[in-house]
C-alpha cells in the first residue's frame, strides 16, 4: 500500500525558508515510473501545483513559484524534500506530496499525504 | 488566475443529477483528472483520462471531455457527495501542470 507522509515546522517567520520533506512507502522512488509532486492549498483557496521531480532528479516548477522553489530527491532515504525561499504570509498554506501518474489512458494524482499546514507568521 | 476555470460553487438535490464542468484551452489536448477535498481532508481522485474511476470511487461518478471543456457529472448524488472539486491538466504550454479553482457543491 502507497503512502506518503509530510514532515517539516509548521510555523515560520518571513524572510525564512519553508524545508518539508515526503516520506514515501509502499514503493520504491527509485524504480521509476512516477512524478513525486508537492501541491498547496491556501486557506480558503484551491489548490496550487508547486512542482515535480523523477527519480532522476529532472524537475519541473510552476513558474510562479520557480524563481524560490527547489525540489530534491533522496533515493537511498526514499523521500523527496521541498524547500521554498523567502516565505511570505502569503506562502501560509496546508502542503501536500502527491504521487503523479503519466500513463496512456491519462495523467493523474493517485496518491496523496495527509498535508501539513505551514504558517509563516511574525 | 488559473487557466483552467470552474464555477465557484454549485448544488444539487439529494438523489439528482449534477455536472461540473472545467474549461481550458488546454483540454483540447490532454485530459483532466478530477478530484474531491473534504475539509481537513486529502484530496482523493475520483476521475482521470477519458472516463476512468479508481477502484473504490462510486460509478456515480463520471467524465466526459468536449472541446475546450471537461466535465464530471454525478448521477444520483449523495449526501456525501457534497464537497470541494477540482479539475487538473496540463497549462496552455503542455509543459506544466495546473488546477481549476475548484467547485464548492452542495448537496440539498
Known amino acids: 500500500q502507497v503512502q506518503l507522509q509530510e514532515s517539516g515546522p509548521g510555523l515560520l517567520k518571513p524572510s525564512q525558508t519553508l524545508s518539508l520533506t515526503c516520506t514515501v512507502s509502499g514503493v520504491s522512488i527509485s524504480s521509476g515510473g512516477y512524478y513525486w509532486s508537492w501541491i498547496r492549498k491556501h486557506p480558503g483557496k484551491g489548490l496550487e501545483w508547486i512542482g515535480n521531480?523523477?527519480?532522476?532528479?529532472?524537475?519541473n516548477y510552476n513558474p510562479s513559484l520557480k524563481s524560490r522553489v527547489t525540489i530534491s530527491v533522496d533515493t537511498s532515504e526514499n523521500h523527496f524534500s521541498l524547500n521554498l525561499t523567502s516565505v511570505t504570509a502569503a506562502d501560509t498554506a496546508v502542503y501536500y506530496c502527491?504521487?503523479?501518474?503519466?500513463?496512456?489512458?491519462?495523467?493523474?494524482?493517485?496518491?496523496w499525504g495527509q498535508g501539513t499546514l505551514v504558517t509563516v507568521s511574525s | 488566475s488559473s487557466e483552467l476555470t470552474q464555477d465557484p460553487a454549485m448544488s444539487v438535490a439529494l438523489g439528482q443529477t449534477v455536472r461540473i464542468t472545467c474549461q481550458g484551452d488546454?483540454?483540447?489536448?490532454?485530459?483532466a483528472s478530477w478530484y474531491q477535498q473534504k475539509p481537513g481532508q486529502a484530496p482523493i481522485l475520483v476521475i482521470y483520462g477519458k472516463n476512468y474511476r479508481p477502484s473504490g470511487i462510486p460509478d456515480r461518478f463520471s467524465g466526459s471531455t468536449s472541446g475546450y471543456s471537461a466535465s464530471l457529472t454525478i448521477t444520483g448524488a449523495q449526501a456525501e457527495d457534497e464537497a470541494d472539486y477540482y479539475c487538473n491538466s496540463r497549462d496552455s504550454s503542455g509543459d506544466h501542470l495546473v488546477f481549476g479553482g475548484g467547485t464548492k457543491l452542495t448537496v440539498l
Open positions: 502527491a504521487r503523479y501518474s503519466g500513463t496512456y489512458v491519462g495523467d493523474y494524482f493517485d496518491y
Open positions: 521531480i523523477l527519480h532522476s532528479g529532472s524537475t
Open positions: 488546454s483540454l483540447s489536448s490532454f485530459y
